[in-house]
């Protein structure tokens, strides 16, 4: 069973630019969440989306925004990069949205210039 | 708003001993979850904890949740080098996926 896939894998950017970021779920996983990872900050919830619908979305500013197709992919957008936007950017999936593991995938490292 | 604090944050341990890491959280809930991190690596689920008093085992891990207290342990037993890892408690008050993450223990297992 394939596993959660981001792409790509790194990236870098100018600050001042956008980047789109992509992830496709396990198969059969509806839900899909963004998580950013820094050394300061830690882990930190972005998003989630079920269904098409986003549900829950974190204290981040509206730069950062995200969005799900009806085959339960999602892309997350970051306009107007900042140099503190570098991070490991994190999605991940679960066949339900509550009590259930989520499956991490490897993430997208983005580094801003 | 809910806190998530692990402890230690850094544990170097010896082969062949037992040591435990501490999540305590600030808001009651009854979903928490443990997950590992290899450098540069992505997170790898180890336990879901749903219920007041909860235990699971695996190998050589073992983790509890008391929801009265706030608390879960992650009990690591006879450690081996290949724990060596970093290792994150998570929570889930509002549902919908929404984890609040600790800063996570980085574990160095040495012979």
């Known amino acids: 069973k394939a596993g959660v896939t981001q792409t790509p894998r790194y990236l870098i950017k100018t600050r001042g630019q956008q980047v789109t970021l992509s992830c496709s779920p396990i198969?059969?996983?509806?839900?899909v969440s963004w998580y950013q990872q820094t050394p300061g900050q830690g882990l930190q919830f972005l998003f989630e989306?079920?269904?098409?619908?986003?549900?829950n979305k974190g204290n981040f500013p509206g730069r950062f925004s995200g969005r799900q197709f009806s085959n339960s992919r999602s892309e997350m957008n970051v306009s107007t990069l900042e140099l503190g936007d570098s991070a490991l950017y994190l999605c991940?999936?679960?066949?339900?949205?509550?009590?259930?593991?989520?499956?991490f995938g490897n993430g997208t490292r983005l580094t801003v210039t | 708003e809910l806190k998530v604090e692990q402890n230690p944050l850094f544990l170097s341990m010896q082969e062949g001993k037992n040591y435990t890491i501490y999540c305590n959280y600030s808001?009651?809930?009854?979903?928490l979850y443990w997950y590992r991190q290899d450098p540069g690596k992505s997170l790898e689920s180890l336990f879901v904890?749903?219920?007041?008093?909860a235990v699971k085992q695996e190998g050589r891990l073992m983790a509890s949740l008391d929801t009265k207290a706030r608390l879960s342990t992650l009990h690591i037993t006879a450690a081996v080098h290949d724990l060596s890892a970093t290792y994150f408690c998570?929570?889930?008050?509002?549902?919908?996926?929404?984890?609040?993450f600790g800063a996570g223990t980085i574990l160095r297992v040495k012979s």
């Open positions: 991940a999936s679960s066949f339900k949205t509550d009590n259930s593991p989520l499956h």
């Open positions: 198969s059969g996983h509806r839900s």
């Open positions: 989306y079920f269904s098409e619908t986003q549900r």
């Open positions: 808001t009651t809930s009854d979903r």
């Open positions: 904890l749903l219920s007041n008093g």
């Open positions: 998570a929570v889930d008050i509002l549902g919908g996926n929404k984890l609040v």
